[in-house]
């Protein structure tokens, strides 16, 4: 039998062959697999799950094209001024705004709603709707109107015959792996803004949209504004291992995962194992303590508008106080009417000790379904709706016990307090490991709205707590730091 040699290139598999994974443990090759792999391909082995992936040899290929056009223009836009990255944003939102353009657009949209809906798809994020585009518009003006060097100053230290300079540099190439969502191209191409070349990768519901965005918007202001074309380069491919071959490419300097679920873990772990710096959240959802004698009104209204559509800052576990059958009623009537404007059901999860108290409180509320669960393990669940609310109730009889519940179950992330006790909101900042804590609705999470920068993506602490950084990526976040040292005295010496 042939001893191996290092290094050597693997060409085929067999169906049982094992693979290693983790240090400890193996993975069977399936036949399916077995069949499929050929000469050239590659296979990434997810080393937190054993997970097998095949990325076909084109699909290599186009990966690594893209990235090498993104580093090569990397050295050439970290020395651009903020004015020409300026012009390119300004390019864009032009564009983009143009009603004689904008149609080639929609389009394409219309094909890619279209086609997802044929296949059972939800839509509710595809749509390039008039507010979509207006929000991108706004989006791509705030980074046209951000006055940011790649190269700012951020601290001076003076020494006796010399000074050492803190400056912000580039990462070089930001890898994005998003679904469905034409917004993110004007989101995430706020990485220029600091420097930074750009590859996307996006599913295939969205592929046309993508590549019509790509097409008539984004490659024109880049000609336009006197830009590389490979500082926004895009995948042209609908192959999901496409974003798993881009995450393992160790020429990005981060990696950013829009979305939610197993998939998005996936890619993190990908990108960790190849030492790329990732930002994403595996598992979306917030969570909101009711605490006695919040005003009934106020509740509803809350409720209300925390779920006015399915997205990662959606309100999805309500943790009520026991016994305060004026807090129920006005939750209810929150999903009720969140329902309602959308002429839809809602659904309410809950334990089954808890069952016959839901069915109580939704019993004059049409359209309601209660589903029940055996334990606490149905609170880790995001629910993903498109059109029809969905969330979870759970009765505490304190404020702390839910915080509990919170780090134990959830993926740490969004947290809202609704008290008419101020101190409550600091009580609950203390205990619940989240990194986004408020008093209102759970909406306001997300970098565009609330801090005035469009945001790449958001972080939550499933994995720990962040290092050196907040929980909103921006584009004006992306960055690395570098030093400079000035001498006036030529004799010096230590």
Partial sequence: MSTPVRGSELTTLRAGQQIPFGGNRVVEVDEHLAASFVAGDRLIVVQETGDLIHVPSGVSTLVEDAVSAAVRAAPEVAVLTAEQIGRFFDEFARRLADDEIFPLVATANELDVVSARERGRPTGRLELSPKMRSDMIDALRMWRDLDIASSAVDHRVSHAGWSVEERRAPLGVVGFVFEGRPNVFADATGVLRSGNTVVFRIGSDALRTAQSIHRELVSPALRASGLPDGAVVLVESGERSAGHALFSDRRLGLAVARGSGEAVAQLGAVARQSGIPVSLHGTGGAWMFVDRGFPPDDLSSVVDSSLDRKVCNTLNVLCLPTGDDGALGAAISGVARAAERRRQRATIHCRIADRARLEGAVADEPGFSVVDHPDHDFLKTEWEWDDDPECSVIFVDRVEEGCELFNRHSPRFVVSVLSPNPAT?????????????????????????????????????????????????????????RYVARHSDARQRR
């Fill in 425 to 481: 909101l600091e009580l609950v900042y203390g205990l619940a490991d989240a990194p986004f804590v408020g008093d209102g609705f759970t909406r306001w999470v997300d970098g565009q709205y609330a801090l005035g920068r469009p945001e790449l993506g958001l972080s939550n602490w499933q994995h720990g707590r962040l290092f050196g950084r907040g929980g909103i990526l921006s584009g004006d976040g992306v960055f690395s730091v």
